[in-house]
């Protein structure tokens, strides 16, 4: 409870026969903080928020009016405050290492003299295990079952470990495998969109808002939700009851007029809005969406558009409360009563949207016409490189022959052995409706269904190279799709049921069949992937496929019946019917009526009633699991999956002064765009790299390595897989791809990891160079963990994406940015340098500093750097060696 209330916001609030307390916007309004009734909704969370936490320390009266003062300076002013989120939510990749880190925590707090018990979550956390089935088994009827007992087989240390802190920590629930996709679980089940909590004997009333390991935890934006995805670090720090800092945002209103057309999906939509809002810049800033053309949209669009804010840049996507809001928590079963708080609290707080709602004060506004949307994808590399699917066969032979640098080779094809068949640039050799953004929306699954039940009435099969997988976010569209009949069709044609969880997009799509994987690496092809997800990041989906697209699930379907980007759909036929007679995707697009009565008839409340009655129990599978007990885990060294970090290792009770960087040399020099997948890659882990042999040496053979994602939760092979991807590019090696760097003075040439703890053992700090947007992609905690592992003291860039800068600082390392115009290409670095930056002992948020840079031929560049530490609380953190360093020594004291 807050000590305070400077503008007098504490009152109740009746909602039938209940009674609640809450901190009234309408009364701290006429108590002084006059006009914030025009604030953007998001801006109004954020400021109950502050007066609910108001306290005089982390919280002060200035901070609220600092909020209010948005309606004059739209969020240009630099003003730190302190967010507290209602809870965290977190999937299994990242939340594993979470765990680690508070198993850890509890033996450091042991060891400095505490009770190791105050270690504990103080918000609610949910952790859902959705990213650990792999698509090792597809296109049949037992594809589901065995990558279920292949998953449990793989991952039973990872599992009994959850197991034990489901027992061991309060306050921490674990939905286990195969239930759905967190971002889907938290939308049908765990959100609630108004949080109550007891407290003094009264009832709290407040919005809910959350903070989740997984970027696209902002797919809770579209139920009026305000959630963001911070680093594992950051939430760790955010359970432990730590304030998340954050600078007054700007907010760009988006503007949504119209309706779609017939024929143009929700994933037409976000591509447009990404590229949209990508174009515009936005990384930082809030999103809100607005306008008349929300009154068409469903809660499944806007809750798609809220799940790729982290590719179009914005910490979030907000949509207002509505009655769409109130209808969709009806049907996802929400208690009655809540749903009335949610009503009563959001039109009383002036947060519930209406057609006739007079339009908030934005920073910015930009606007989209529905009605303009054409279909599209989005490849092949990144998810704001929107094309229309009438330019997709242009554009793929394009970057064929300038990206991929082809040209002349479109015509090139290479036998697959054992066929009848040859594969060629563009083939589609993944076509994957894998969950997170498609799969909350029926309207775009059940379309995929009726243009497989089409295709195959019209005798079309998808093409037998093609890699085809349905990976849904929860267990409510398995039962639509069944009952509708529509799993058959989607069956017939190769679509089987493969797990629930995020498989694809994260890089679970596991191995291309041998003889396709042959025949693409023996004439170099540039293999496709089509998937419905969200990511499409180089050497992200499969080692062997180069170019990847994101589109709607029902193109998805059309692509793996053409079976490759050199079809143009719009123009040529998917293939030949049974009666000999092309079929083109006109003749089998589902038009909106057909798709709609299917959703009416088929999408029913008693579905998400039953699938989330006993949401915590779990299968056979999870049940079988014997976890240990106790108040501290009982480590075992022989482990490959959970390991003790080193992070507490001699912590003492007060911090050690940082101090200046003197004599660093440069471990990479990297280009713009360098994603957390390059820094630290979730994929499969090679067996001749430094992970693979880790794991050798540790009698784990190569059919066993599983992959990064499931093995974060041991420090050993994380910090041997940093900067290990397949496809990053160390600028210090010409033309070389992969995770390699030079030792100097000697010249030698290793994998970073090797050349790293040469220097460590030398004694010598490490510098990373790089250029614009460093760090985007997911908020993965082991981009920052690793870095600073292999003994990086700064990393130097043109700019950071936010989640990543903030986790460095999270983890003690100095994120610097170039003056404008600056970059280590114009300073002519070539990685034999050394770095001095002094002025690190004395650092100040957002200080101007000189790196001083010595060339092998002994001359001296200075140039002008910006600390990127950019509050006091992240100075805090910094000081202490990381935040939970932090986090440990103010609980032992």
């Known amino acids: 409870m807050a000590s305070l209330d400077s503008f007098k916001a504490r009152k109740t609030l009746q909602v039938g026969a209940k009674t609640y307390t809450y901190y009234s916007l309408k009364a701290a309004e006429a108590n002084g903080l006059s006009g914030i009734s025009a604030l953007p909704v998001s801006m109004k969370v954020l400021l109950e928020n502050l007066l609910r936490f108001e306290d005089g320390r982390s919280v002060s009266k200035s901070d609220i009016e600092a909020v209010a003062a948005f309606l004059v300076n739209r969020g240009k002013a630099e003003r730190e405050i302190a967010f507290r989120p209602s809870r965290v939510l977190m999937q299994d990749f990242t939340g594993v290492p979470a765990v680690v880190d508070l198993a850890a925590m509890r033996d450091a707090m042991k060891a400095l003299g505490g009770d190791p018990t105050r270690i504990n979550p103080l918000v609610p956390v949910d952790l859902v295990i959705d990213h650990s089935v792999v698509v090792d088994y597809f296109g049949n009827a037992d594809a589901f079952k065995n990558n279920v007992a292949r998953e449990y087989e793989q991952n039973q240390e990872r599992y009994r470990f959850l197991k034990w802190g489901q027992s061991a920590f309060d306050n921490f629930r674990v939905v286990p495998p195969g239930t759905g996709i967190c971002h889907q679980v938290n939308l049908e089940y765990l959100a609630q969109t108004v949080w109550t909590k007891d407290e003094g004997g009264t009832t709290l009333a407040y919005p809910d808002t959350v903070v989740g390991t997984d970027s696209h935890t902002t797919m809770i934006n579209g139920l009026g939700v305000l959630g963001w995805g911070v680093g594992g670090i950051e939430a760790e720090a955010s359970m432990l009851g730590q304030p998340n800092s954050m600078l007054i945002p700007e907010v760009i209103g988006f503007r949504l007029t119209g309706r779609l057309p017939a024929g143009v999906t929700a994933t037409d939509l976000v591509l447009t809005v990404t590229q949209m809002l990508r174009k515009k810049g936005v990384v930082g800033k809030f999103v809100e969406f607005f306008g008349h053309g929300l009154d068409h949209m469903t809660l499944e669009d806007k809750a798609t558009i809220g799940n790729m804010a982290p590719e179009y840049g914005a910490t979030c996507g907000f949509f207002p409360v509505d009655a769409e809001t109130l209808k969709y928590l009806d049907k996802s079963g929400r208690n009655p009563d809540r749903i009335a708080l949610v009503e009563a609290y959001s039109k009383e707080q002036g947060m519930f949207r209406t057609a006739g709602s007079p339009d908030p004060v934005f920073t910015d506004i930009l606007e989209l016409d529905l009605a303009t949307v054409l279909p599209s994808l989005a490849g092949p590399k990144r998810p704001q490189d929107r094309v229309l699917l009438s330019d997709a066969k242009a554009g793929f032979l394009a970057a064929l022959a300038g990206e991929f640098k082809k040209p002349g080779e479109a015509g090139k094809t290479v036998p697959v052995a054992g066929t009848d068949y040859a594969i060629g640039h563009g083939a589609v050799t993944i076509a994957a409706i894998t969950s997170c953004t498609n799969t909350s929306n029926p309207s775009v699954l059940v379309a995929a269904g009726l243009l497989a039940r089409k295709a195959a009435a019209k ?369 002519g670095l070539k990685g034999d340098e050394t770095v001095t930056i002094n002025g690190i002992e004395t650092i100040k948020p957002r200080a101007v500093i000189e790196a001083e840079i010595r060339k092998a031929d002994g001359s001296v560049v200075k140039t002008p750097l910006l600390c990127r530490i950019d509050t006091l609380d992240e100075l805090d953190y910094f000081k202490n060696g990381g935040i939970l360093q932090f986090v440990l020594r103010n609980l032992a004291a």
């Open 459 to 827: 005798g079309l099969k998808s093409k037998p190279w093609v890699k085809t997988s349905l990976a849904p976010g929860s267990q409510v569209v398995e039962a639509y799709l069944s009952q509708s009949g529509l799993q058959k069709d989607l069956d017939a044609l190769g679509f089987n049921l493969v797990g629930f969880g995020c498989t694809t997009c994260i890089g679970n799509s596991g191995p291309l069949p041998e003889p396709i994987s042959e025949a693409v690496n023996k004439g170099d092809l540039v293999g496709a992937a089509v998937l419905s997800g969200n990511r499409n990041f180089e050497g992200r989906v499969n080692p062997d496929v180069k170019a990847n697209y994101l589109a709607s699930p029902p193109l998805v379907v059309a692509y793996a019946l053409a079976g490759s980007l050199q079809v143009d759909l719009t123009m040529e036929p998917l293939g030949t019917g049974s009666d000999g007679k092309p079929v083109f995707l006109s003749d089998i697009w589902p038009d909106g009526a057909e798709i709609q009565a299917v959703i009416d008839e088929f999408v029913t409340k008693a579905m998400f009633v039953e699938k989330y009655a006993d949401v915590f129990k779990g299968d056979e599978n999870w049940r079988k699991i014997s976890a240990p007990s106790g108040q501290t885990y009982a480590w075992d060294e022989r482990s490959t999956y959970v390991q003790n970090p080193p992070y507490f290792t001699g912590l003492t009770k007060t911090p050690v002064p940082p101090t200046d960087i003197h004599d660093a040399h440069i471990l990479g020099l990297f280009l713009d765009s360098i994603t957390t997948d390059h820094i630290s890659p979730a994929g499969s882990i090679k067996a001749a790299s430094p992970a693979g042999e880790y794991l050798r040496d540790h009698q784990v053979r190569p059919v066993d390595f599983n992959q990064y994602g499931t093995r974060r939760g041991n420090h050993q092979v994380m910090m041997r897989g940093t900067f290990a991807n397949i496809r990053i590019k160390n600028q210090m090696l010409a033309g070389v791809e992969g995770g390699f760097s030079i030792h100097y003075p000697d010249g030698g040439e290793a994998p970073i990891y090797d050349v790293a703890m040469k220097y460590k053992a030398e004694g010598v700090p490490l510098v990373v160079f790089a250029g614009k947007e460093y760090g985007t992609g997911s908020s993965r905690d082991w981009a920052a963990k690793g870095t600073k592992l292999l003994g990086v003291r700064a990393v130097i860039a043109q700019s950071f994406e936010r989640i990543h800068r903030s986790n460095l600082v999270g983890m003690g390392v100095v994120p610097f940015t170039f003056a404008e115009g600056t970059s280590w290409q114009s300073l």
